[in-house]
Nanobody, 119 residues
Framework: HVQLVESGGGSVQTGGSLRLSCAASGIAASRICMGWFRQFPGKEREVVAAVDAAGRAAYVASVEGRFIASQDKARNILWLQMDNLKPEDTGLYTC??????????????WGHGTQVTVS
């Protein structure tokens, strides 16, 4: 079965950096698109970065210029480099995957998430 396992979260000070990783297994990298999401307490999950089948990333406006999503399809890993972190970036960051066959529209596979805290 498909598994997504995140790592790399933690606590940093404002202006600091973290690098998250998401390792996918149980499905070929060529069959999925992947993305990063985050959830703030009491809020709905929002997309942070979505990577399409060609490897192009699109970002939510609040992280543009600060976060970079990259992918190693050979190892089926997705990273999120987060620089110049702000307190409002604090949240649970989750990796998601969506089948290419569905046009990379509906995310159906999810990791458990990794907490990012910026103070």
């Amino acid at each position: 079965h498909v598994q997504l396992v995140e790592s790399g979260g933690g606590s940093v000070q404002t202006g600091g950096s973290l690098r998250l990783s998401c390792a996918a297994s149980g499905i070929a990298a060529s069959r999925i698109c992947m993305g990063w999401f985050r959830q703030f307490p009491g809020k709905e999950r929002e997309v942070v970065a979505a990577v399409d089948a060609a490897g192009r990333a699109a970002y939510v406006a609040s992280v543009e210029g600060r976060f970079i999503a990259s992918q190693d399809k050979a190892r089926n890993i997705l990273w999120l480099q987060m620089d110049n972190l702000k307190p409002e970036d604090t949240g649970l960051y989750t990796c998601g995957a969506t089948p290419v066959s569905s046009g990379c529209q509906s995310y159906v596979y999810w990791g458990h998430g990794t907490q990012v805290t910026v103070s």
